[in-house]
């Protein structure tokens, strides 16, 4: 298959139309979409929206579980030039009042409810909190229900836009030029606030073509994808290496191995996109013997060697590693699914077309030789910058203009990298990384803490678990601190383990400074 000649999103969906129009595209839930049905279906909303008066740049954002409605709204808002805002799915109020305000989302499309989660509640508390929320305008509603009070049914987008013409539309999409932002995705940094990171159209669709290069993906593949659609992994990488191949997505709503398992069987799917705890989750799951999932070829995913080898024992015996993060296009380095077992389970590849990728000593700038371990740096598919924040920008760049990682790792004679840990205190939790920063914040938030301190510990199942350290000033228990947490925080951000301590037993240099990588040790 050929590289596509598309240069954005919405031109993609447009030439994989006209190639496979009558193949299947997407399957989530009762919905089966061809290649041509996708198009109209996005087609119709991006109509709705231009009628709403969403012009190119304007930001609007979409909360839901992964379902096909996701990705008909988030290419209708490339398609216009918008800027798609993914916002996370566990976010509290104050998160999620935070990522429509520092994003000045003008428009929100979102389901009623998502598991036991009641958004319209959640959106009701938002608006109730600090943040500016002025920008917004509707909120649409995808919902079996009554509609919430202030919004409106999603179906009301779509018909607002039935005297929209084609050639509006056309026209429209005739303006965005690859160079243009497709989507803003909020991530965790070393910073209490997650930063917005700006992704380009053209990017998404040459990285993540190499990305399906590497895994050899073919256009009758078809990908199990239960990694939510918010995330990095879900909507730039796993989305975009597939669709750019003509392959096919089989949407789960939400991640339960039980699921997973009869829609890999059902679907005959080939392509496993997933974290360490997914592949835990299926191994450990008692219908896996009972279960055809023989279909499964080649995956992309994360962690240790051990748990790279733990998803090929599963059943997927063209398992890769992958690296990246969200500011570099979901990876920019990965194995090549034909690579022995060895290089695709202890090495992260070689970097992908596009990237150089370079190893220097982080405090020099000097670039290392092979087999010495420094700070990975990258330039290439990169972010062009964290939305409104300059600083943060600059501070993300060197002198020569390679993208700081916060990464240790090296390579060897032959090219291949080697992952070896974080400079940064970032924290990764089931493959999604947390700011500790920003938990601490909620922690000292609290009158009785003095001092908070969160770390990551090792863990079998989900990489690392989120911890706490406190200093206190007066008496508190673990479980009010905890609850804290649980009203301000994400579910997984919250501390599984809050260990108190005193002044005298922190562990500090001899100079007076916190040995933070040390703080482990109170955990036994």
């Not at 050929?2 to 190639?19: D, Q, S, V, Y």
């Not at 299947?24 to 008066?53: N, P, Q």
């Not at 409605?69 to 916002?87: N, R, T």
């Not at 990305?211 to 009758?220: V, W």
Request: aromatic share 8%; charged share 25%.
């Amino acid at each position: 298959m050929l590289m596509p000649k598309a240069k954005t999103a919405m031109a993609l969906i447009e030439e994989m139309a006209l190639r496979y129009p009558e193949r299947e595209a997407l399957i989530g839930g009762d919905a089966r979409y061809s290649w041509i049905e996708f198009r109209t279906a996005v087609r119709g909303l991006a109509k709705g929206l231009h009628a709403a008066g969403i012009q190119r740049g304007d930001k609007v954002a979409i909360l839901m579980g992964n379902r096909p409605e996701w990705l008909i709204a988030d290419f209708a808002i490339m398609a216009l030039g918008g800027v798609m805002v993914a916002v996370n799915t566990w976010s509290t109020a104050r998160e999620l009042a935070y990522q429509l305000s520092h994003s000045e989302t003008r428009l929100l499309i979102m389901s009623d409810r998502f598991l036991k989660r009641d958004y319209a509640a959640l959106m009701q508390e938002a608006l109730a909190t600090e943040y500016d929320l002025a920008s917004l305008g509707r909120i649409y509603c995808l919902t079996d229900g009554a509609v919430p009070k202030g919004m409106y049914p999603l179906e009301s987008l779509q018909q607002l836009g039935e005297n929209i013409t084609d050639i509006e539309i056309d026209a429209m999409q005739d303006t965005v030029t690859g160079d243009d932002i497709a989507c803003l995705l909020y991530t965790s940094g070393s910073t209490a606030l997650p930063k917005g990171v700006l992704l380009q159209h053209f990017a998404l669709i040459e990285n993540m073509w190499a990305i399906g290069e590497r895994l050899h993906l073919r256009t009758d593949d078809r990908l199990w994808l239960a990694v939510s659609l918010f995330w990095g992994l879900g909507c730039e990488n796993a989305l975009f290496a597939i669709w750019s191949h003509g392959a096919a997505i089989v949407l789960q709503e939400h991640f339960d191995a039980g699921e997973a398992l009869r829609l890999i069987e059902a679907e005959r799917c080939t392509v496993f996109y997933g974290t360490p705890n997914m592949t835990l989750a299926l191994t450990e799951h008692p219908d896996l013997v009972s279960r055809d999932i023989s279909s499964l070829r080649v995956g992309a995913t994360l962690g240790s060697p051990e748990q790279i080898r733990c998803l090929v024992d599963l059943g997927v015996p063209e398992a890769c590693q992958i690296y990246g993060l969200t500011e570099t296009y979901g990876n920019c380095s990965i194995n090549d699914a034909h690579d022995t077992l060895v290089h695709r389970s202890e090495t992260i590849g070689k970097p992908l077309p596009g990237n150089d990728m370079i190893i220097v000593d982080d405090e020099t700038d000097a670039r290392l030789p092979p087999g010495e371990i420094g700070e990975i740096r990258l330039k290439g598919y990169v972010t062009p910058g964290y939305y409104k924040d300059p600083e943060k920008t600059a501070e993300a760049f060197d002198e020569n203009g390679y993208f700081r990682t916060g990464d240790l790792g090296f390579y060897d004679a032959d090219g291949y990298f080697y992952f070896r840990g974080r400079t940064k205190e970032m924290i990764k939790t089931g493959g999604i990384n947390v700011s500790p920063a920003e938990i601490e914040e909620v922690l000292l938030s609290h009158d009785a803490v003095e001092l908070a301190y969160v770390i990551g510990l090792k863990d079998t199942r989900r990489d690392e678990i989120v911890v706490a350290v406190i200093v206190a000033r007066s008496a508190v228990e673990e479980q009010e601190l905890r609850t804290l947490c649980l009203d301000a925080l994400a579910a997984y951000k919250v501390p599984r383990q809050i260990k108190f301590t005193s002044h005298g037993e922190l562990p500090l240099t001899s100079t007076g400074k916190l040995q933070k990588n040390r703080l482990k040790e109170l955990f036994g």
